[in-house]
């Protein structure tokens, strides 16, 4: 199960499935058993996927979770305590269904200083280590830099980004769904 945002919901993708239908299709494709449910949404922080992460696994009973939030925390300015305290609580509450871990390492733009910044980028493998999750590299990092793989807003990936950030995913789950076993 993904709980994500916005670069995992698929936000203002015009034709291209997003990277989760991508890499869904991949393993149909492969016959591999593996199903994604992807519980992303656009604009999601970390205090709304708190709302519905316990209903999501009741009804879904995933036996892996990626935990793909904090960038609409970070881009608000949102205390990194509480970000860090609400990412340790999706972590725990996947656990305790019996689901293993992963957080993903989210990057956000510099806008609010290198103190604010520093701070942020530390916490999801801080979160990891505290709750036993494998932390994952953020997908965006091969991208954001590249205008011709992003949306004229300058943070969502577009369609030409979809394929590479499922390339990139498909490698990073296959190597924790190897380490969970």
Not at 122 to 145: G, K, R
């Amino acid at each position: 199960m993904i709980v994500g945002d916005s670069l995992s919901a698929g936000y203002g993708l015009k034709q291209a499935p997003s990277w989760v239908k991508l890499l869904q299709n991949k393993y149909d494709e492969n016959g591999k058993a593996i199903e994604l449910i992807n519980m992303s949404v656009s604009g999601q922080t970390t205090d709304n996927a708190l709302l519905n992460i316990e209903k999501q696994l009741e009804v879904h009973k995933p036996t892996h979770v990626l935990i793909e939030l904090g960038g609409n925390d970070g881009l608000r300015g949102f205390p990194v305590k509480r970000i860090k305290t609400n990412l340790t609580s999706l972590a725990n509450y996947s656990q305790n269904s019996g689901a293993h871990t992963a957080i993903m390492h989210i990057q956000i733009p510099p806008n609010l200083g290198p103190r604010y910044t520093d701070l942020f980028s530390a916490v999801f493998a801080d979160v990891a280590n505290d709750t036993n999750s494998i932390l994952l590299p953020f997908f965006m990092t091969e991208i954001a830099d590249k205008p011709t793989l992003m949306q004229n807003d300058n943070l969502h990936p577009n369609d030409a980004a979809q394929p590479i950030i499922r390339d990139i995913m498909d490698k990073e789950i296959d190597k924790w769904l190897q380490a969970s076993k």
